[in-house]
């Protein structure tokens, strides 16, 4: 394991990145994790792949984890809010392909990652050989009114205000189902362990900014379900969806597959899902998450044999 400081894409931003990687990597899968939580949480299944032959690169994303020089600087994503986080993962992307000149990079996200990835390939498709979405959220038609929300709460007490109304707005629902578990957070997994870890971790579920909330979500969302400004210079790039089926953030499988089928919709030729029954929303992390791993890498694999 090595850990370096990537230069961010602005705010002079350094992106604590780690690399997982065996010794003759046969290509690169670049993680983006998720909303208030950290690299740390991948290296289990960075390992995996890293055994499978897989270089494995993570970075903290600006206001996450590593990459914040204080506490009060969690879940605050700069001046340039939704720019600069997809313009931070395309900066490492650059360095991931000068560290492994020659190897094709193929690109994972997560839940807000998820949504990042999306926005990073309606710019720079070209850039990558494949891309895995992981625990998409679906489109909320009421992100535009979240977006003025926040700007206006931004506003009025201040772009680091932590707002406990943008929180519940958020994910205040998402444990609604699952109260019989007894648990906060229940809706991330059914692996209990996993939860309880995640609550005790002072870098995970804090919450973010108004100015994170407004360029974090609800920015995000509304550029990558937008019809508008999709390039597509790569519409063979395969496209491949993965979540539980009880996971809140995908709001109902008829959703999910509507999300699958936008990026059909904007042109691209191979765009693929999976649902995992009884999972939440970490599938990386649940209960039977070895399936998951299994099936991410025999798709990786399927993608590098052509």
Not at 32 to 51: C, D, Q
Request: glycine content about 10%.
């Amino acid at each position: 394991m090595e850990t370096y400081l990537v230069p961010g894409a602005s705010d002079g931003v350094r992106l604590s990145t780690v690399v997982i990687a065996p010794d003759s990597p046969k290509a690169v899968v670049q993680f983006v994790h998720g909303m208030a939580e950290h690299k740390e949480r991948y290296y289990p299944f960075m390992n995996y792949l890293a055994e499978k032959g897989y270089a494995c690169v993570i970075n903290d994303l600006r206001g996450h984890g590593a990459s914040v020089t204080s506490a009060e600087d969690l879940g605050y994503l700069g001046k340039d809010g939704r720019a600069g986080l997809v313009n931070d993962v395309h900066n490492v992307t650059e360095w991931v392909r000068k560290r492994f000149p020659d190897l094709p990079v193929f690109l994972f996200g997560h839940s807000m990652g998820s949504m990042i990835v999306r926005s990073y390939i309606k710019r720079f498709d070209r850039d990558i050989a494949g891309l895995i979405v992981c625990g998409s959220p679906s489109n909320n038609p009421a992100a535009g009114l979240g977006s003025f929300l926040a700007g206006c709460i931004g506003l009025f007490k201040g772009q680091r205000y932590r707002s406990a109304f943008l929180a519940n707005l958020c994910t205040g629902n998402n444990d609604k189902k699952f109260k019989a578990d007894g648990l906060r957070n229940a809706w991330l997994s059914t692996n209990i362990a996993n939860v309880q870890a995640y609550n005790n971790d002072p870098l995970c579920g804090f919450v973010f900014t108004a100015n994170g909330y407004r360029n974090g979500l609800f920015l995000l969302m509304k550029d990558i379900y937008s019809p508008d400004g999709w390039s597509v210079s790569h519409p063979d790039l395969p496209v491949h969806f993965i979540a539980g089926a009880e996971d809140p953030c995908i709001i109902s499988l008829k959703k999910f597959s509507e999300a699958v089928s936008f990026l059909r919709a904007r042109g691209y030729r191979e765009v693929t899902s999976q649902v995992y029954p009884g999972m939440r929303h970490e599938i990386l992390n649940e209960t039977g998450r070895e399936n998951v791993w299994r099936d991410v890498c025999t798709r990786l694999d399927g993608w590098l044999a052509r």
